[in-house]
């Protein structure tokens, strides 16, 4: 029988390239994980794993069952949780993953809320940006994934539940003494000279996008995904950005100043998690709080 515990072991392994190294993740010996390995290959009755000099790689069923694996893992934590609420040991626990501009304008307000409804749920929160977030909650890794996207990319999430938020207007970013500092609405074409400013990948293809569309390719001289970094040059004086709303709520601009941006580009945020999880108490709780954080 093909035990849970070594499931994740075997997943591990594979992230990881090596017995140490999933030992170091997992936080135990590498023995323990070379026998574990022994054990799970005993049970699927053929080799899962080969040692390529210093890394291991996966054979054609051991990829099969890592593929596998994070399903199998998901629905044990899922089922864990739900029988948990149920019968009353405890309120749960949610692992969240959220994009940073998330972190500090959406969720704090959620997780308090959360906590002063149900005080027994243990929320544990990292920082991630898609797609590495969803990765994250497809592996099993958290519960929920808070995340953005521009426009539709078909078939995407279609595996996932997806819960809207909002959605979450860019905006342009100057310095205080620009020529269209205080313009009310700005076209991005009138920007094609500037110095760019860019921020996290998904943010910079988007905005390249959106330039080449408006008949220029943006000089991007810097690129940070730190927010507060970008808005930090821009106040200098060293160029412009288009930053998403949500992420200039969260800091003060010092030195610069924001302008409407046309066309209009817009970021759908969303709540992500898996099927199984949705129906987990805690999960679905937390899932609704992040909505009234985002319609207040």
């Known amino acids: 029988m093909i035990e849970a515990r070594h499931l994740r072991v075997l997943r591990a392994v594979s992230l990881t390239g090596s017995f140490s190294a999933a030992a170091r993740e997992l936080g135990c010996t590498q023995p323990a994980v070379s026998q574990q390995m022994k054990a799970l290959e005993s049970s699927a009755g053929t080799t ?56 500090s304008t959406l969720v704090p307000g ?27 909650l497809r592996d099993g890794d958290c519960d929920i ?82 927010y507060p970094a970008v808005m930090g040059l821009v106040g200098a004086g060293l160029g412009v950005a288009v930053l998403p709303e949500l992420a200039v709520e969260s800091v003060r601009p010092k030195g610069a100043r924001t302008v409407s941006v046309e066309p209009a580009i817009e970021r759908e945020i969303v709540a992500l998690t898996l099927p199984d999880l949705a129906r987990v108490p805690a999960v679905a709780a937390t899932l609704d709080q992040l909505s009234r954080a985002a319609a207040r």
């Open 145 to 226: 994934a808070l995340a953005f996207r521009y426009g539709t990319s078909g078939g995407e999430w279609d595996d996932l539940v997806v819960r809207p938020l909002l959605t979450d207007r860019l905006i342009g970013l100057v310095p205080e003494g620009h020529r269209l500092a205080d313009a009310p609405s700005v076209s991005i074409g009138e920007l094609a000279d500037e110095s760019w400013i860019a921020g996290c990948p998904r943010c910079r293809r988007q905005l390249v996008e959106v330039c080449e569309e408006s008949g220029f390719t943006p000089r991007i001289d810097f690129a940070t995904d730190d």
């Open 110 to 136: 959620a997780l308090a809320a959360l906590r002063a409804e149900h005080p027994g749920t243990r929320v544990s929160l990292v920082e991630a940006e898609p797609p590495r977030s969803v990765d994250l």
């Open 48 to 103: 899962l794993l080969i040692r390529t000099g210093r890394e291991m790689r996966l054979t054609q069923a051991g990829e099969a069952l890592v593929r596998h694996a994070s399903g199998i893992l998901a629905g044990l934590t899922a089922a864990e949780e739900e029988v948990a609420a149920i019968a009353g040991l405890r309120a749960g626990r949610v692992r969240l993953v959220s994009f940073p501009s998330g972190s």
